[in-house]
């Protein structure tokens, strides 16, 4: 099979690196184009990242020296209720190994829990408290929590490209921009059409185009839009030096309330990645920058602006082809679902290939026979359930003291709506062990959804109606051992 790949930001290059080392790939053509930039303000991970990059690439100490990574444990809500709150991440095998419950009941039964309990003297007690002290799990494969990653992005697609160049076999890489894609009448795509008037034909294409208006033109891509849900379509976002690295580099991403928006600080190994996500409607650029500069402590900062547009692709699946990244959609960046989405959809394209009915069929051109209609469910089950997480993080949060809060607090999105009617889960965890039962898939990331909910809104001492009689108890999260932070990473980049 030969696989065109275009675009080289962060999606199209991690996917152009997983297809190459794929059994069923003959070739791959990755086209990047000079007169696109990418963006590169992405920096935090969730966890099919590590299994996606480790797909093409085990060696971590590379990796971590040249993307300046950092370890992440998770997302720390600062000033979101009146005690902040680690969304971290879990392992939910511990739940029933250690205490022998479920994490679907658990979960559940946090709707009882009382008001006046802090939500990390019940789960992540230890893991909270070290993290404060900037320390991680020592060993994360033996222990209750697993971790990801912080990583500077315009290194890590620098080291995406450096991969990608030292597979020579099989693989030809273009610099050049993408001019016109030719589709025929049923709308496969014939060829692509290169400002040099090269000509690149292949058996199937991912457009990782970004977020450019002109790519959008050209493939034809057409968006549901969730500018009503989410408000916010800006970032401003700055490199920030360290001035005590030791004490600074902290294992998770802040997520910091702002007036009209949220402030993310991600340290990487040798700055700090910072950022305000705003609303262009409840506030201009430059009283977004002097907001920025005044929580920084220095009105020298000048950051760089970039605007978003919160929608998702009506057809992420095609006939020959499907989209990715920014180019597929985009939500906003608070708990990193831009990423998140793109790995989650790179792996879905492998287990289609690996189907040997779905690859028979694209490479004999029997689009036909290539039932879409799931795939393209299972992708707005994504987006969908991920905006419902971020809305109802602006919905219940304390602040109320700009319109910017009071207008999130009154968005009305149906998708959370029919979920807030019952936020009991009683669907278990489905295998995607085969292509026929997206049915099942698309249940469990709607679980896994209702699970981050219910988190968030116990985080908040928000209570609900549940059908359980169980009091939450404390996970006992003592049984890891913990290292520094700081020192792990030297230990990684042997400077100790």
């Known amino acids: 099979m030969h696989i065109c790949i275009i675009g080289d930001g962060v999606a199209g290059l991690m996917a152009a690196n997983f297809f190459a080392f794929r059994e069923y790939v003959t070739k791959i053509t990755h086209i990047g184009s000079p007169k696109i930039p990418s963006i590169g303000v992405g920096e935090s991970t969730t966890l099919n990242f590590e299994g996606l990059h480790s797909a093409f690439d085990d060696d971590f100490e590379s990796f971590v020296k040249e993307s300046d990574a950092c370890v992440k444990v998770g ?30 009941e658990y979960s559940n039964s946090l709707g009882n829990k009382n008001k006046e309990t ?116 800006k970032a401003l976002f700055y490199p920030k030096s360290y001035t005590d690295k030791v004490k600074e580099i902290h294992p998770y991403t802040v ?45 020298t900062v000048i950051p760089n602006v970039v605007e978003f547009h919160p929608r998702y692709c009506k057809k992420t699946f095609n006939k020959n082809y499907m989209t990715l990244g920014m180019c597929n959609g ?22 289609l290939f690996n189907n040997q009915q779905y690859l028979f069929n694209i490479l004999h051109e029997k689009y036909e026979e290539c039932d879409n ?58 295998r995607m062990c085969g292509l026929d039962d997206f049915d099942a898939i698309i249940k469990t990331v709607k679980r896994d959804v209702i699970m981050m909910i219910q988190q968030t809104i116990a985080s908040k001492n928000i209570q609900w109606k ?7 108890f404390k996970l006992n999260d003592s049984n890891y051992e913990s290292i520094g932070h700081y020192e792990i990473l030297q230990m990684i980049r042997r400077e100790i």
Request: net charge negative.
């Open 118 to 233: 802090y939500i990390h003297d019940l789960i992540g007690n230890k893991l909270y408290h070290d993290a404060k002290k900037n320390q991680i799990p020592r060993n994360k494969s033996e222990t209750f929590y697993l971790t990801s990653w912080h990583f500077d992005a315009g290194k890590y697609i620098s080291y995406l490209k450096k991969l990608l160049n030292n597979k020579k076999e099989g693989v030809e890489i273009v610099n050049d921009t993408v001019v016109e894609c030719k589709f025929k009448q049923d709308g496969i795509i014939d060829f692509i059409r290169l400002e040099s008037s090269k000509i690149i034909k292949a058996d199937y294409y991912i457009i990782a185009t970004g977020k450019s208006n002109q790519s959008s033109d050209i493939f034809n891509l057409d968006y549901n839009d969730l500018s009503d849900v989410l408000l916010t379509d």
């Open 466 to 472: 549940t059908k359980t009689d169980l009091t939450p």
């Open 75 to 104: 997302v720390l809500y600062s000033d979101w209720s009146e005690k902040e709150f680690l969304h971290h991440f879990k392992n939910p095998r511990v739940y029933q190994n250690i205490h022998n419950i479920d994490s679907l």
């Open 255 to 299: 997520a910091k309330t702002m007036k009209n928006g949220w402030r993310w600080i991600t340290p990487t190994w040798s700055r700090i990645g910072t950022g305000y996500v705003f609303s262009s409607k409840h506030i201009s650029v430059d009283e977004a920058i002097r907001e920025f500069q005044e929580d920084i402590g220095d009105d």
């Open 330 to 351: 985009f939500l906003e960046p608070l708990d990193a679902p831009g990423l998140s989405i793109s790995c989650a959809l790179t792996m879905t394209l492998d287990s």
């Open 373 to 430: 209609e799931p795939l393209n469910q299972f992708t707005h089950e994504m987006y969908k359930g991920l905006a419902a997480f971020i809305l109802t993080q602006y919905k219940t949060c304390h602040r109320t003291d700009t319109q910017f809060w009071i207008d999130h607090k009154n968005v009305e999105f149906e998708y959370l709506s029919n979920l807030m009617e019952d936020l009991n889960n009683t669907v278990p965890k489905s």
